[in-house]
């Protein structure tokens, strides 16, 4: 078995689509299995090995759980590695469309705002999901590494609107402290 291949670890199909309760049970069988207190009395390699096998587990679980990076492992599993840095999406109806949520991101002043545009790209990502699984199916790498990009692009969009729900939370919270005096 290939250690790099999270989804042969966890003995799940290999798929955009997993089942997250079959995912959280053989993450927490095969932490127990591999728990490195279970080797407390083995020789320092075998506890070595043991910590290692647990790091490879965490790092798969995470991996797995997460849509973008569970997208960019298949990618890479099938001999086409996706490095979101070094290249852009080229799809302009796209990144039009992200300019304009960014700018409804700078505008937004108020929680219900911010929850608005959070579930705009929530959509976004739903629908890039299920082109991704589709653009994987039809094995057009091409194309589902364009949409990984775009799920990238999306996730730090995510980022950005948690960030800012976060400091119009503090300033809130600062400014009830100041009536309080």
Do not use: C
Request: aromatic content about 8%; cysteine-free.
């Amino acid at each position: 078995m290939s250690s790099s291949d999270y989804f042969q670890l966890f003995d799940l199909p290999l798929s955009f689509q997993v089942d997250e309760t079959l995912l959280s049970q053989r993450y927490r069988e095969l932490q127990k299995q591999f728990h490195p207190d279970r080797y407390a009395a083995e020789s320092a390699t075998v506890q070595k090995e043991a910590m290692q096998k647990a790091a490879d587990i965490n790092a798969a679980y995470s991996t797995l759980r997460d849509r973008v990076l569970r997208a960019r492992h298949l990618l890479a599993l099938a001999g086409h590695a996706v490095n979101v840095e070094s290249k852009t999406v080229s799809d302009t109806d796209f990144l039009m469309a992200q300019m304009e949520l960014r700018e409804q991101l700078e505008e937004a002043d108020d929680f219900a705002a911010l929850a608005a545009l959070r579930d705009e790209v929530e959509d976004w990502q739903d629908s890039l999901s299920r082109e991704f699984a589709l653009d994987y199916q039809e094995q057009d790498w091409h194309e589902a590494a364009d949409t990984v990009r775009k799920m990238q692009f999306m996730t730090r969009l995510l980022d950005e609107i948690q960030d800012a729900e976060a400091r119009l939370e503090d300033s809130e919270y600062d400014n009830d402290d100041e009536g309080d005096d």
